[in-house]
């Protein structure tokens, strides 16, 4: 299906940063208190959680956006800036050949000219907005700045191209400052010194303060690092310092003064993927659903409540009613396919129910059973307890005949302990069987599988749902087809996969790992026996290395794993676990749900990370016939 480009936006950089109704306001907003508190926000989410587009929309670019109507005096007391820097331009100023002392002069100037631009055009966006300033800002006198540059204009139209015209010259001096006479650098002062006259002249604005968002925070060298922790801890009105940026990127808490910033005391941590957890599905579907409404066929009656900031018309969000009117419109577009369904689609396709058929004929003929093949083909009437059978006799020490009796037991609806065994394990069945079969599993469909697969990023759920749009030939219907889905689902997967190789400095390191860790749960996967199914996730026991413990932190921090604490301490000595990245399990046809969780040691993570081919097949194999509980699965019984 071909659909319109802008559908499938998914990424802040994508939208401009005019973000007016097109930004559906999270739940969690009225938790920032933007308009109460003046104190430093440190903004923590993974890559694709929304946070660039958070800080976006509360800058002036949105705030004072055309588009708005009806701005009151008190959206401007906060004027938001974004500060994404050039982080290629700004590695420029370190070394070299020269003292440190003038790259730190250097990068608080780029930071000072950058940020003044931005002042001014918000003074630019401010004047186009329904309140009459023009006067105001028409005929600011910006005099008091050539106590720093005595060649600075006076007025704001001159003023403008002017800064424009510094930076360019700085950033010609950087290039090449050996030969290059040095430009004017102006301090950090500058800023407070233009602010207070913006504030002195501009009567609907005395009462404002500037909240500077600076973006991709984790991508600074270390001195960089400390001159924005020095500039948020001594944030003050009329200027904030904020920072966004990914989990684990907070490395370098030193300032230039060798002081330390400290969370609660110099600033206030938001980790928006905690507070979107609770919401996330119906926050991510209303997304992709106004997204569908505008671009592709009408599903609102009103869009203009995704929009409302007020505490009011966020909680008519959160209702029941509303939450599963939602859910019905996106189920409807998603439709998901159950376990026992897929199991009965099983049985009806020749190639697979032979498949099991041969599978089952083998194991029986090797315990010395074949009397009973024909009691298990007859459970074909029974599908789910069909598809479990070649991995209940996969099991060593296995009881044929009461497997059968229990069987026998189901099919006539009587109590039976397959009922039992198919919870337990057709799920990872169905994946061994598809995987076997090299064919695309229907497990990976359906909205719910979309949000589990998602694990809280909004990106990866926009793209799963604006893929199988695409791969769609009747969405006239409204309804994407479950095979349009799991083509999607794949396809989704292998991109995301080798994606991996561009996230930051190390890259190429940590696809090795997510590629070797995914072929590591799907060994398990290919167990026959399917006796602890469903295994993404992992714990360390001993201590890692430097090495492994960087590359731990960067996994971490790109969302290659997520990070919790463990469900069952036992004797493990560190307390954490690790689940691999859900959207990478189609690729390896694994369990998309958190489930079971293997034990490594440190020397197995170092060998997932840097270890040579031989050391990684000798770790699968060492590993996989242990087990996930230490014993060995070759002689794993029935019940084990």
Same mark, same amino acid.
């Given at each position: ?60 670019? #949105? ?128 800023? =407070?010194?233009?602010? #207070? ?180 083909? =007859? ?107 799991? #083509? ?115 020397? =197995? ?7 040579? =081919? ?27």
């Amino acid at each position: 299906m071909q659909i319109n480009s802008d559908l499938t936006r998914n990424r802040a950089e994508e939208y401009g940063f005019d973000l007016w109704n097109e930004f559906v306001i999270p739940p969690y907003y009225p938790q920032l208190e933007l308009m109460k508190s003046e104190k430093p926000q440190i903004i923590e989410g993974g890559r694709g959680s929304g946070k660039t587009m958070l800080i976006r929309y509360l800058c002036h670019a #949105t705030q004072f956006s055309p588009k708005r109507k009806n701005i009151s005096a008190k959206d401007y007391r906060r004027i938001g800036i974004y500060w994404k820097m050039d982080v290629q331009f700004s590695k420029l100023m370190s070394m070299r050949g020269a003292e440190e002392f003038l790259w730190l002069d250097a990068f608080i100037n780029m930071g000072v000219l950058v940020l003044t631009k931005e002042i001014i055009d918000s003074l630019y966006n401010i004047r186009k907005t329904n309140i009459d300033a023009d006067h105001d800002i028409n005929n600011i006198d910006f005099s008091t700045l050539k106590d720093f540059d005595p060649a600075i204009p006076i007025q704001l139209d001159l003023l403008q191209p002017y800064i424009n015209s510094q930076y360019n010259k700085f950033q010609s001096w950087v290039s090449n400052y050996k030969k290059i006479e040095r430009p004017i650098f102006y301090p950090k002062y500058f800023l =407070d010194c233009i602010i #207070t006259i913006i504030k002195e002249q501009v009567a609907i604005l005395k009462d404002s303060f500037y909240s500077v968002y600076i973006d991709e925070y984790e991508n600074l060298i270390s001195t960089h690092k400390r001159i924005i922790n020095t500039w948020v801890k001594h944030s003050q009105s009329p200027i904030i310092f904020n920072i966004a940026m990914k989990h684990n990127s907070l490395d370098v808490t030193e300032t230039l003064s060798e002081e330390h910033i400290v969370e609660i005391h110099d600033y206030r941590l938001i980790d928006i993927e905690r507070l979107l957890k609770e919401y996330f599905s119906v926050f991510a579907s209303e997304i992709f659903l106004l997204k569908v409404h505008n671009h592709l066929v009408k599903i609102f009656d009103s869009t203009d409540y995704l929009f409302d900031t007020s505490q009011e018309g966020l909680s008519k969000r959160l209702t029941k009613e509303y939450t599963n009117l939602i859910y019905d419109k996106i189920s409807n577009i998603f439709p998901k396919i159950s376990s026992r369904e897929i199991a009965c689609r099983m049985v009806s396709d020749e190639k697979i129910r032979n498949k099991i058929s041969v599978l089952i004929e083998n194991d029986l003929n090797s315990l010395g059973q074949s009397q009973y093949m024909q009691q298990c083909m =007859d459970a074909i009437c029974a599908p789910e307890a069909f598809v479990i059978l070649h991995a209940l006799f996969s099991r060593s020490a296995v009881d044929v005949p009461y497997i059968i009796k229990q069987l026998d037991a189901y099919i006539q609806g009587a109590e039976s302990k397959f009922k039992e065994w198919i919870h337990n394990n057709l799920v990872g069945c169905i994946l061994n069987i598809y995987g076997k079969m090299n064919r695309l599993c229907p497990l990976y469909s359906g909205y719910d599988t979309f949000v589990t697969m998602s694990k809280d990023n909004i990106r990866h759920f926009l793209e799963l749902c604006y893929t199988s749009l695409s791969h769609s030939e009747n969405f006239e219907k409204q309804s994407v087809d479950i095979k349009d889905q799991m #083509t999607a689902v794949k396809y989704v997967s292998d991109n995301m996969l080798n994606e991996i190789k561009q996230l930051g400095a190390s890259g190429n390191i940590l696809y090795l790992f997510a590629y070797r860790l995914g072929n590591l749960f799907e060994e398990f996967r290919k167990k026959d026996s399917q006796s602890e199914p469903e295994q993404n996730q992992f714990s360390i026991k001993g201590e890692l290395n430097s090495e492994s413990s960087i590359i731990l932190n960067e996994l971490v921090k790109w969302s290659v794993l997520y990070k919790s604490k463990l469900t069952k301490q036992k004797d493990l000595e560190s307390g954490s676990e690790y689940q691999f990245n859900p959207i990478y399990s189609a690729y390896f046809t694994i369990s998309y749900r958190k489930k079971r969780r293997i034990e490594i040691s440190a020397n =197995d993570f170092y060998t997932l990370c840097f270890g040579a =081919d031989d050391e990684y097949y000798k770790l699968i194999k060492r590993i996989t016939s242990k087990g996930v509980n230490g014993k060995n699965t070759n002689s794993l019984s029935l019940f084990d």
